[in-house]
């Protein structure tokens, strides 16, 4: 079983910065792709930004250049910074990891962006 519990969530103003963590933990060898996924109300959940073991980094349009992923394989971690933070970024933001071909999700954490 493999668990994923992510942090850094909360409220900031318009063009302000967050970092989400996300930490997993379990039975896990290695961890492949992990990526962080966003549902804001009323829409459909969406990939924000995804990363593999070796670093290869993949990102929604409406966040290129303003948000980084990153990753610890060591201590299972990835990270989201967040910067130039807008309204439209305002969702629940879940951590994804991939571990032997399964998907494995955090809770998520809530992020609001106030205008």
């Known amino acids: 079983q493999v668990q994923l519990v992510e942090s850094g969530g909360g409220l900031v103003q318009t063009g302000g910065s967050l970092r989400l963590s996300c930490a997993a933990s379990?039975?896990?060898?290695?961890?492949?792709?992990m990526g962080w996924y966003r549902q804001a109300p009323g829409k459909q959940r969406e990939l924000v930004a995804a990363i593999t073991t070796g670093g290869i980094r993949n990102y929604v349009d409406s966040v290129r250049g303003r948000f980084t992923i990153s990753r610890d394989n060591a201590k299972n971690t990835v990270y989201l910074q967040m910067n130039s933070l807008k309204p439209d970024d305002t969702a629940v933001y879940y951590c994804?990891?991939?571990?032997?071909?399964?998907?494995?999700w955090g809770k998520g954490t809530l992020v609001t962006v106030s205008s």
């Open positions: 994804t990891g991939n571990v032997m071909g399964m998907d494995y």
């Open positions: 379990g039975s896990i060898f290695r961890i492949n792709t």
